[in-house]
């Protein structure tokens, strides 16, 4: 919800940070083991390559990694935050969290639990922080999504095998209420969240413990392009309108980077042209939870995003569960 009611400390967006695994998979590497070609990847989906994890790096690796350069960004040590959120769904065991995990590697202190939204998994994350914060249970709060979508995907199937690929991004929430500090419509201006589980069945994964089996991904792809299209739009003009802001005054639209033609259609929707989108999807193809805050960290690596700027943030995935926030990003 927007922080309009002054009581409620502005939560800002202060720092990010990335990872990628070192192994480059190439569509042309995939034509390989699959009947697919390099040409139907890119025209179908804009995806060229995806990042995999080496075999003994877990979800936790990748997500310390991220959090290590948002943590160096705020200028933070672990110890000044109050909590780690993990969005994943690809956890390292069935428990603990990953955030637990997490905790011990960065030696931080506070609470640590996951939310597991697959794809929407950050915006879920950006959502509970926030409302963490205003509600005066934590000041500083990393927000991680982090993924090995490789160990679920099922290498024969060239319908979901192409798709998907590893990371990890992290930001860094931290309450704004005085002083120099103080900040008006700075930092998390909304964020929605939905669920549908009517939709369970068109993208899921055919395992956990019920069954004994980890499982691997399964989609019918033209039912979930058109849902993300729909419910995507949807969600973002429900985050503006709570906002107060129009499309006129988002400066970047950071879309999870599932397919390249989805990101279009809403590009299109906002009237934001190429220079305000940011697109990873050639390179890192969909990185589930992490795709936002990849996204998201290499453009403020990249000085394209600066302190200031109106980002407009949205993702949906298996659930069907999606969302969108916007958020006025940086120290005022
Ligand atoms: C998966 C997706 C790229 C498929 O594209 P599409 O245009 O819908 O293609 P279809 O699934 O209708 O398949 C069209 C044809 O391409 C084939 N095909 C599927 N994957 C292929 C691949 N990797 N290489 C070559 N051909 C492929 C299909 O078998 C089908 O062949 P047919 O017409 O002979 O039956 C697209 O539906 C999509 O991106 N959906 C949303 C997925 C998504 O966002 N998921 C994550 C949400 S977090």
């Known amino acids: 919800m927007t922080p309009s009611n002054p009581t409620f400390p502005s939560v800002l967006l202060t720092a990010s940070g990335s990872y990628l695994p070192q192994k480059i998979v190439t569509n042309d590497d995939l034509t390989k083991t699959l009947d697919t070609s390099d040409e139907w990847i890119r025209q179908r989906t804009g995806i060229a390559q995806r990042h995999i994890a080496a075999e003994d790096e877990l979800t936790s690796d990748m997500a310390v990694a991220a959090a290590k350069q948002a943590l160096n960004m705020a200028g933070l040590g672990a110890d000044a935050l109050d909590g780690i959120i993990v969005a994943t769904t690809t956890p390292d065991d069935t428990f603990p969290s990953t955030a637990s995990v997490v905790q011990r590697k960065l030696a931080a202190t506070g609470f640590a639990f996951d939310v597991q939204a697959v794809c929407a998994g950050f915006i879920y994350g950006l959502d509970v922080g926030d409302a963490m914060i205003k509600a005066g249970k934590a000041r500083k709060i990393?927000?991680?999504?982090?993924?090995?979508?490789?160990?679920?995907?099922?290498?024969?199937?060239?319908?979901?095998?192409?798709?998907?690929?590893?990371?990890?991004?992290?930001?860094?929430?931290?309450?704004?209420?005085?002083?120099?500090?103080?900040?008006?419509?700075?930092?998390?201006?909304?964020?929605?969240?939905?669920?549908?589980?009517?939709?369970?069945?068109?993208?899921?994964?055919?395992?956990?413990?019920?069954?004994?089996?980890?499982?691997?991904?399964?989609?019918?792809?033209?039912?979930?392009?058109?849902?993300?299209?729909?419910?995507?739009?949807?969600?973002?003009?429900?985050?503006?309108?709570?906002?107060?802001?129009?499309?006129?005054?988002?400066?970047?639209?950071?879309?999870?980077?599932?397919?390249?033609?989805?990101?279009?259609?809403?590009?299109?929707?906002?009237?934001?042209?190429?220079?305000?989108?940011?697109?990873?999807?050639?390179?890192?193809?969909?990185?589930?939870?992490?795709?936002?805050?990849?996204?998201?960290?290499?453009?403020?690596?990249?000085?394209?995003?600066?302190?200031?700027?109106?980002?407009?943030?949205?993702?949906?995935?298996?659930?069907?569960?999606?969302?969108?926030?916007?958020?006025?990003?940086?120290?005022?």
């Open 142 to 332: 990393l927000v991680i999504g982090a993924e090995t979508f490789s160990r679920i995907l099922d290498w024969q199937d060239r319908s979901t095998a192409v798709l998907f690929g590893d990371g990890a991004g992290a930001v860094v929430l931290e309450a704004s209420d005085g002083g120099e500090n103080s900040a008006e419509n700075w930092g998390i201006l909304s964020s929605v969240i939905f669920t549908d589980g009517r939709f369970r069945d068109i993208l899921y994964v055919d395992g956990g413990v019920a069954r004994g089996q980890v499982g691997k991904v399964k989609m019918v792809g033209p039912d979930v392009f058109k849902h993300a299209v729909e419910k995507l739009a949807n969600g973002l003009d429900q985050a503006m309108t709570q906002s107060g802001l129009g499309a006129e005054d988002i400066d970047w639209l950071v879309p999870h980077q599932a397919n390249d033609r989805i990101i279009k259609t809403l590009q299109k929707k906002l009237k934001l042209p190429d220079e305000r989108v940011i697109r990873t999807i050639a390179r890192h193809a969909n990185t589930s939870a992490a795709s936002i805050p990849l996204a998201f960290d290499e453009a403020m690596r990249g000085k394209q995003i600066k302190a200031g700027d109106v980002v407009a943030f949205e993702a949906i995935g298996g659930g069907l569960a999606w969302g969108a926030a916007i958020v006025r990003v940086g120290r005022p």
